[in-house]
């Protein structure tokens, strides 16, 4: 790579000419009319660009991908149904609510959205966000009054006013979280969600949800708390009120579950034999409900349902903004993490399908769902994994299927939902819990984190800790603050080392890590793993001294170059001495071409370190920072104390440059 002969040292070094700009900047005045002219192009643009579906509605296929969509819509459809009335339990608003929210958002996705393949309709982890602000503005407390009779007087819970108070609290709460994402484009905020953390916080999500749904599998009363240690609090009062179990409520929790795992692993089993899953939610729903209805499991055994099922739309209204203060930083928290898993998802299938998911576009989409879904008493909503799987499995190639999932929604809406009344609320906990059980093996990060990397593992775990402890709102800002320390700390402790060529290879490694790793005669090659910035400047000039060894290159000066020199030369200091060995050729004005440098004095300058190759390394990037000629040295090196770390100057070899398989290297 570096060949050397007993008269000088040649480097091939590859040029290009100085980028130039291709014209000249355009005046701030002109591109400000340039942007504010209305032509008919660029109205149309920005409308193909605002509505996606007129760009790709036109030339949908109906022959090749119309039955499939059908197929995966109805399959979506009937999960959405007993889902939605279930996570509605979790956002605390009456079932009803659910089957609005799986009905209008979706629509508004379906005109504006860019992923074909995303389910979007409820989802577990932030119906049980928003149910945490529900019970916190809307307690049972507040709502207890008594009822008089003839001979004394009990308190009891107004459960329609409070419920109407909750829908107040949900729908304000998506109204301002589809603001925060649609208008304000909160949701850059996203960037800093690394994967551990939020594997780690919907994992902690889990087991909110799990802690909340418990008392509708044991059929006991026990109150919500909120803040900090409130699920501790919850799970104590759980085990207090055991002995008070409800033992049908509890029979109907256990024979729902068992047969649900099992018909779920009878679904995976034959998943490659048949296209179409077996509805084992909805058939669950179905007989749950006649077998209530015929038994009286209410009146007899005391068992808790659905209760009434308004049959129709709901009119739209204003939300109330009395509470907007009281809301406005949990619509933030809403916002980021219905946003952050929707994007990834889509991403995820755009990969897999080969399109482009728009991430812009999105963060519009999906803030147009939530704030036109404010306005019909919806709940928030985000893309459901298991839905999207399953619209993807069965067929699904465009958001119609989707459209054809609503139609089965608005069909139970209009006629058939009042049917649900007598459903029992632990036949929709036991789907909930069951549908928990992909959150919960993400329980075997700990394991994969502790092999690949312990700064994710303790992302994870920290996560997963300040979110149960400290509730889902305290712990998600808890968790992207700690995310953001490690990375200032990974700045702060980076490793350094000087790499060595393993021998005939292009292969470099730590030369105190690989003893077949040897330095390259006259060049140093110095890494860190972490970029420059102001914070660590200073520990990197410390580590770069350390290692290029400065008494090293006070003997080579002291020592090996009187030997060399002629005494027919003239007498340098070290800093001339430097300057002193000219370039024998200029590098040529030709772009896009190698030429050999030569120097001259060989026999001196191969006593010196000619060149310091600094290199800064993360994973799957590369950063080529500085090739540093001896005269670039900062002087402070070999004068310690004399002056501060100057600049590193780059010799401009390379703008930039692209290597294939890695991200794009700026200098």
Same mark, same amino acid.
């Given at each position: ?44 643009? +920005? @409308?193909?660009? $605002?509505?996606? =579906?007129?760009?790709?509605?036109? *030339? ?6 119309? &039955?499939? /969509? ?101 729908? +304000? @709460?998506?109204? $301002?979280?589809? =603001?925060?994402?649609?208008?304000? *484009? ?6 800093? &969600?690394? /994967? ?114 308004? *049959? ?356």
């Amino acid at each position: 790579m570096y060949p050397l002969d007993t008269n000088c040292l040649q480097i091939q070094i590859f040029c290009i000419e100085p980028l130039s700009p291709t014209s000249a900047q355009t005046a701030p005045k002109q591109n400000f009319l340039s942007s504010s002219r209305c032509s008919q192009s660029k109205a149309k643009s +920005l @409308l193909f660009r $605002f509505i996606p =579906i007129l760009v790709w509605i036109p *030339k949908y296929p109906y022959k090749d991908w119309l &039955l499939n /969509d059908i197929i995966s819509g109805l399959s979506v459809g009937i999960m959405q149904l007993p889902q939605s009335m279930a996570y509605a339990l979790l956002a605390g608003v009456p079932p009803a609510f659910g089957l609005y929210t799986a009905f209008y958002p979706v629509l508004i996705y379906f005109t504006f959205g860019t992923s074909r393949h995303v389910s979007i309709g409820t989802f577990a982890v932030l119906s049980v966000m928003i149910g945490t602000v529900t019970e916190r503005l809307a307690p049972d407390g507040d709502f207890v009054i008594s009822s008089d009779n003839s001979t004394n007087a009990t308190l009891v819970i107004d459960i329609a006013a409070r419920d109407l108070m909750r829908v107040k609290v949900a729908t +304000l @709460l998506t109204f $301002f979280s589809g =603001i925060v994402l649609g208008l304000i *484009k909160f949701g850059f905020v996203v960037t800093y &969600l690394s /994967d551990p953390l939020v594997r780690g916080y919907t994992t902690a999500a889990a087991i909110h949800v799990l802690i909340s749904q418990l008392k509708y599998v044991f059929g006991i009363n026990i109150p919500r708390y909120n803040g900090p240690l409130s699920l501790i609090y919850s799970a104590i009062d759980i085990c207090k009120a055991l002995p008070l179990t409800n033992i049908a409520t509890l029979v109907i929790s256990i024979i729902v579950m068992v047969t649900l795992y099992a018909l779920k692993l009878l679904n995976d089993y034959i998943k490659s034999k048949s296209p179409l899953p077996i509805p084992i939610e909805l058939l669950e729903v179905v007989i749950a409900t006649v077998v209530s209805a015929n038994c009286n499991l209410t009146g007899k055994y005391g068992v808790d349902v659905v209760g009434s099922i308004p *049959k129709g739309l709901q009119a739209p209204v204003l939300p109330e903004f009395e509470m907007s203060s009281s809301i406005i930083g949990d619509a933030f928290a809403v916002a980021i993490v219905g946003y952050g898993i929707t994007i990834s998802l889509g991403k995820i299938f755009g990969l897999k399908h080969g399109y482009q998911v728009d991430s812009n576009q999105e963060l519009i989409a999906l803030g147009l769902s939530n704030f036109v879904g404010g306005f019909f008493q919806c709940f928030g909503v985000s893309c459901s994994m298991s839905r999207s799987l399953v619209q993807e499995s069965t067929g699904g190639q465009t958001q119609l299927a989707s459209v054809v999932s609503c139609i089965l929604i608005l069909v139970v809406i209009l006629e058939i939902g009042s049917l649900f009344s007598a459903l029992p609320k632990a036949v929709l906990a036991s789907i909930i819990i069951i549908n928990l059980q992909g959150m919960f093996k993400q329980f075997r990060d700990i394991c994969h984190f502790w092999k690949t990397n312990k700064v994710d593992l303790m992302i994870w775990v920290v996560t997963l800790l300040s979110t149960v402890l400290l509730g889902m709102d305290i712990g998600l800002a808890a968790s992207v603050g700690f995310a953001l320390l490690t990375v200032i700390f990974q700045t702060q402790l980076p490793t350094y080392s000087i790499l060595g060529q393993v021998p005939m290879t292009d292969i470099y490694r730590d030369i105190t890590k690989f003893d077949t790793a040897k330095e390259i005669s006259g060049i140093k090659i110095f890494q860190s793993t972490a970029t420059i910035y102001f914070a660590n400047a200073e520990l990197y000039e410390e580590a770069l001294k350390k290692k290029v060894r400065r008494e090293v290159l006070f003997a080579c000066f002291n020592h090996r170059i009187k030997k060399t020199m002629s005494p027919h030369l003239p007498s340098v200091s070290f800093n001339n001495f430097l300057n002193w060995c000219p370039w024998v050729t200029d590098p040529p004005a030709s772009a896009n071409s190698f030429s050999l440098f030569t120097l001259s004095n060989p026999l001196i300058i191969l006593k010196l370190i000619l060149s310091l190759l600094l290199t800064f390394s993360a994973p799957r990037r590369i950063i080529l920072a500085s090739l540093i000629p001896p005269h670039k040295v900062p002087h402070s090196w070999y004068h310690p104390g004399k002056s501060p770390l100057h600049p590193l100057k780059c010799l401009d070899i390379l703008p930039k440059v692209q290597c294939p398989g890695l991200n794009t290297v700026s200098r």
